[in-house]
């Protein structure tokens, strides 16, 4: 049984690292985006362009208004996320680096130092020009009341949630730190991903391209199969749990 497996390959392992993407946070109600009823099926991906949003306000309505129906800030941890910081608190993992934006990962109490979230968290809220940060929850109050396009109450600036956009480069520190955990992992757990997005994906890459083995867990395939010690074709918070409650 593949489970099994995953268990056995895990079992002697200390500095396991677990990597992960919408995949796992479909079990709160928050969908993914490459999928069969995924986000990009809804909306056009162009208009999460840094460039388009900076440059349109109607763009920007736009994005307010999909953040003020997504439900994200509503959600809440599933079991996947519970196990993820049941793994953290054997002390056998190292981090976790994760593509998603929802907090979730903070809200089911893993340490901030273990996290590591590449492409941001969508809870804040920043001025592009004064770098004044906000509750999100703060300006879709704003939106609420009628404010389309809020602006920043400092300076004017745009505002623009703290996820990185197409076309912003990747944050050079977290991409930096998630790195360095891959290469010093001796096992990675991949969860929820297509691992098709780089750079991001670079990270489990480079934990299996330097041996630690590769445990996939995602419905459907992945484009890192082919490196994979074990794939689970399964709902990611049950299998988690199985397999942090075997380890522990």
Not at 115 to 130: A, K, P, Q
Not at 131 to 157: F, K, M, N, V, Y
């Amino acid at each position: 049984m593949t489970i099994d497996r995953a268990v056995e390959l895990l079992a002697l392992k200390e500095s396991i690292l677990v990597f992960t993407g919408a995949g796992i946070s479909t079990e709160s109600g928050i969908p993914d985006f490459r999928g069969p009823d995924g986000v990009w099926t809804r909306i056009d991906p162009a208009d999460f362009t840094i460039e388009r949003y900076l440059s349109s306000s109607e763009v920007r309505r736009r994005s307010w208004e999909m953040r003020t129906g997504s439900g994200v800030l509503d959600a809440i941890p599933n079991e996947g996320h519970a196990a993820i910081t049941a793994l953290w608190d054997t002390g056998r993992m190292i981090g976790c680096v994760t593509q998603n934006i929802d907090g979730l990962h903070h809200a089911a109490e893993l340490p901030t130092e273990a996290i590591v979230e590449l492409h941001g968290n969508v809870r804040t809220t920043s001025c592009v020009d004064c770098g004044t940060a906000i509750p999100t929850e703060a300006a879709l109050s704003r939106i609420d009341a009628g404010d389309s396009d809020p602006h920043c109450l400092e300076c004017g600036g745009i505002l623009k949630v703290d996820v990185v956009f197409f076309g912003e480069s990747m944050p050079e520190a977290e991409m930096t730190r998630a790195l360095a955990l891959a290469t010093a992992s001796d096992a990675v757990i991949a969860v929820g991903s297509t691992l098709s997005v780089y750079p991001a994906a670079y990270v489990p890459l480079t934990a299996a391209e330097s041996g630690a083995p590769l445990i996939i867990i995602n419905q459907g395939a992945t484009d890192l199969d082919p490196l994979a010690a074990v794939t689970i074709d399964a709902p990611a918070g049950t299998t988690l749990s199985v397999i942090v409650r075997a380890l522990k």
